[in-house]
T-cell receptor, first 119, second 115 residues
Framework: ETGVTQTPRHLVMGMTNKKSLKCEQH?????MYWYKQSAKKPLELMFV???????ENNSVPSRFSPECPNSSHLFLHLHTLQPEDSALYLC??????????????????FGEGSRLTVL | GNSVTQMEGPVTLSEEAFLTINCTYT??????LFWYVQYPGEGLQLLLK?????DKGSNKGFEATYRKETTSFHLEKGSVQVSDSAVYFC??????????????FGRGTQLTVWP
């Protein structure tokens, strides 16, 4: 139990569907992240939110749309995905600005992931 | 730039064998270094970390020493168990810039331990 909860754990969708992944953290952090984990590829950082503002977007296709309504919740909205988008999507949180993150060395706390399959 | 290179897997060992997983890094500043572990069907968990040169991180019998002169952070365990079977990721955190907690990961090394 890491304090970061992701739902759903598994999702199968067609290329024309619209779905969302949800992440919730109970650690009092104010930075949240989406990572993509594909087979035989390095972990890819997709988005970073700090104090509910997006601070990093690593050239992710627009069919992925993040939303961070508050510091405890992060969503990833999915639409018109491609089969190559099938992967494990990991949410993480960390201490952010004003929380001593630099002193503590930037540790991330990950959820268990949402396994996405696009047909 | 920042990057992490770790040994390719998979690594297969018998129980009680000695484990080493090599990790080297390139960084523009003075990063913190981490080992994360991912057990089957789960997300990543922090295994150990070191925040400055010559620090040794340790946890659950695993150790890694931050070696600035060789830019390395090799993971070791003296006697592995079946329950250590997992994927191990080396990572570094660059504290500079606006993205606190930005981690650069290696590709991961799959470890399988047989009884």
């Amino acid at each position: 139990e890491t304090g970061v909860t992701q739902t759903p754990r598994h999702l199968v969708m067609g290329m024309t569907n619209k779905k969302s992944l949800k992440c919730e953290q109970h650690l009092g952090h104010n930075a949240m992240y989406w990572y993509k984990q594909s087979a035989k590829k390095p972990l890819e950082l997709m988005f970073v939110y700090s104090l509910e503002e997006r601070v990093e977007n690593n050239s992710v296709p627009s069919r992925f749309s993040p939303e961070c309504p508050n510091s405890s919740h992060l969503f990833l909205h999915l639409h018109t995905l491609q089969p190559e988008d099938s992967a494990l999507y990991l949410c993480a949180s960390s201490q952010g600005p004003g929380q001593g993150a630099q002193i503590k060395g930037g540790e991330l706390f990950f959820g268990e992931g949402s396994r996405l399959t696009v047909l | 730039g920042n990057s992490v290179t770790q040994m390719e897997g998979p690594v297969t060992l018998s129980e009680e064998a000695f484990l080493t997983i090599n990790c080297t890094y390139t960084a523009t500043g003075y990063p913190s270094l981490f080992w994360y572990v991912q057990y089957p069907g789960e997300g990543l968990q922090l295994l150990l970390k070191a925040t400055k040169a010559d620090d040794k991180g340790s946890n659950k019998g695993f150790e890694a020493t931050y070696r600035k002169e060789t830019t390395s952070f090799h993971l070791e365990k003296g006697s592995v168990q079946v329950s250590d079977s997992a994927v191990y990721f080396c990572a570094l955190s660059d504290h500079r810039g606006s993205t606190l907690g930005r981690l650069y990961f290696g590709r991961g090394t799959q470890l399988t331990v047989w009884p």
